[in-house]
């Protein structure tokens, strides 16, 4: 059986595709028909499958049973100027459009680990740290928000389309079921939703905002504007907001989230043997060192302390990041790189991306031609 997203072939027995976790093909009961995991009606026969595949089954993410408190990051996504488009549009179209945009918002989000709770008309409610928790579900929350955006505009529908994003994150109760049938949803309880929900009625056309708990989270990841402190309905005090603009430019994750730094103890063995290799290096023989241990052993800031130490001499750094976000494109390390020394910006056309990168080159090319 083919997975539909991976194109993975799986034995007739699975469930999810041994190549990306997510649920194979739901066959039909009565014809055999391939489905897809969220259909409720057979595409080969026009029957109602016998079980209907939930959104979390999608994604591979088990539903919890019960309610837990989690540190959760929750967007609030909404389709700008869509009240004046269904006044100038047939609901038949318009169905077709929110249709269009709701695919776009799911898909996109799917990448980062988000789980959509509920389509609420032109708006969409998404859990990042629920039912799967991840390390940095604030940042991945963020960088869906930018994705989001970027991706809605680019919907191919005969009006533009235009989004805005509000995010929070912080302590929740969630996984209580209410409703039922079609309606059912994971219940969250606490401020953190109903902030997002405020933050993205701040929002302008556009933009992605958050407030200063998700900023600290995610650190200099990403460029911000400070919108000072706003008044926020339903909170007492004002909440620091911040619209984001962009990825940042910064070169690693270390040098993003580091805030202030300590100094190196224990690791002289350590950069005594990188000091030697360098020297072997600038000797004519060339050498390759693998610096590895498990996370948060101090692997970044040990070859950070050894780059200060060669400040005052002469050489070049390359610098290539892999990224859990990006694992569809093999070439990310070297595409980020050409982009950063390019100087790319986000409104950046294709013709003045071109242009950047071809000034790149001549600056960089070796004699003449």
């Given amino acids: 059986m083919r997975c539909l997203s991976c194109s993975t072939e799986n034995v007739a027995t699975r469930r999810f595709c041994a190549g990306c976790g997510r649920r194979v093909p739901w066959p039909c009961p009565a014809c055999g028909f391939d489905n897809e995991p969220t259909a409720k009606f057979c595409g080969g026969c026009d029957k109602p499958l016998s079980e209907a595949i939930s959104p979390e089954a999608v994604s591979g993410a088990p539903r919890p049973v019960g309610a837990e408190r989690r540190q959760l990051t929750v967007m609030f996504c909404d389709l700008v100027g869509s009240t004046a488009l269904a006044s100038r549009v047939d609901p038949e179209d318009l169905r077709e459009v929110i249709g269009a945009y709701h695919k776009c918002v799911a898909e996109t989000t799917e990448r980062y680990n988000g789980f959509i709770v509920r389509y609420m008309g032109d708006g969409v409610l998404i859990y990042f740290g629920y039912p799967r928790a991840h390390e940095d ?12 955006v970027e991706a809605v505009r680019r919907v191919p ?3 533009l389309l235009r989004a805005r994003v509000g995010l929070a994150t912080g302590l929740a109760v969630v996984g209580d079921l209410i409703g039922s049938g079609a ?7 606490g401020e953190t939703p109903n902030l997002a929900a405020r933050l993205q009625a701040l929002a302008a056309t556009n933009e992605v905002v958050i407030p200063e708990s998700t900023r600290r989270l995610v650190g200099n990841l990403f460029d911000y504007q400070s919108l000072g402190e706003v008044d926020v309905k339903g909170f007492a005090a004002p909440i620091l907001a911040f619209r984001v603009v962009r990825e940042s430019p910064a070169g690693s994750r270390f040098e993003a989230l580091r805030t202030d730094e300590t100094p190196l103890v224990g690791r002289e063995e350590e950069i005594e043997l990188l000091g030697r290799r360098w020297a072997q290096a600038k000797s004519g023989a060339g050498r390759v060192v693998l610096v590895s241990g498990e996370p948060g052993i101090g692997k970044s800031r040990l070859v950070e302390a050894f780059r200060e130490s060669l400040e005052a001499e002469p ?8 990224s859990s976000h990006h694992q569809e494109s093999a070439l990310f390390p070297f595409i980020g790189q050409l982009e950063r020394k390019s100087g790319f910006e986000r409104d950046d056309t294709p013709s003045a991306r071109l242009d950047k990168l071809e000034a790149l080159v001549i600056a960089n090319c070796i004699g003449p031609g």
Avoid: W
């Fill in 157 to 159: 529908t005969p009006e």
């Fill in 137 to 148: 579900d604030a940042e991945r929350a963020v960088r869906a928000g930018l994705a989001v």
């Fill in 183 to 189: 309606a059912q949803e994971q219940a969250v309880i």
């Fill in 315 to 322: 050489h070049t750094r390359l610098r290539y990041f892999c």
